[in-house]
């Protein structure tokens, strides 16, 4: 009630159930992300580099239908700046969770009746 007659409606969500829906979206897409990344339908880095080759070789067509007009060198020239610049981002942020999650194990052995039901 204290929220109620402070702002003057129900809240709808604790703020700690909202904290928690925040971590569980943030955990949630950090899984579907790595998950893709390792999908068998994922293409290997020597397919993914192929198909930009064949993006950065494409000539626009004007006037033509069905696509033709479209400039993907130019977006393949912007994919490869911005891989460029995440990768290595996103290689030291995945290094910092494998050593966070080696860490994490080693807590959970040495405490076995921590761990989740």
């Not at 928690?20 to 992300?33: E, G, H, K, P």
């Not at 990768?87 to 942020?93: D, G, H, L, Q």
Request: aromatic share 6%; proline share 7%.
């Amino acid at each position: 009630m204290a929220h109620y007659e402070k702002h003057g409606r129900v809240q709808a969500f604790p703020k700690a159930v909202r904290d928690m829906q925040i971590a569980n979206a943030w955990v949630d897409d950090f899984v579907l992300a790595v998950g893709r990344l390792i999908s068998t339908n994922a293409p290997t880095p020597e397919q993914l580099m192929a198909a930009i080759d064949d993006l950065l070789g494409w000539v626009p067509q004007p006037g033509k239908p069905y696509g033709y007009a479209t400039n993907y060198a130019a977006k393949a020239q912007t994919h490869l700046r911005d891989l460029r610049r995440d990768v290595p981002k996103a290689i030291a942020r995945l290094q910092d969770l494998a050593s966070r999650l080696e860490v994490s194990e080693s807590a959970q052995d040495a405490a076995p009746e921590a761990k989740c039901q």
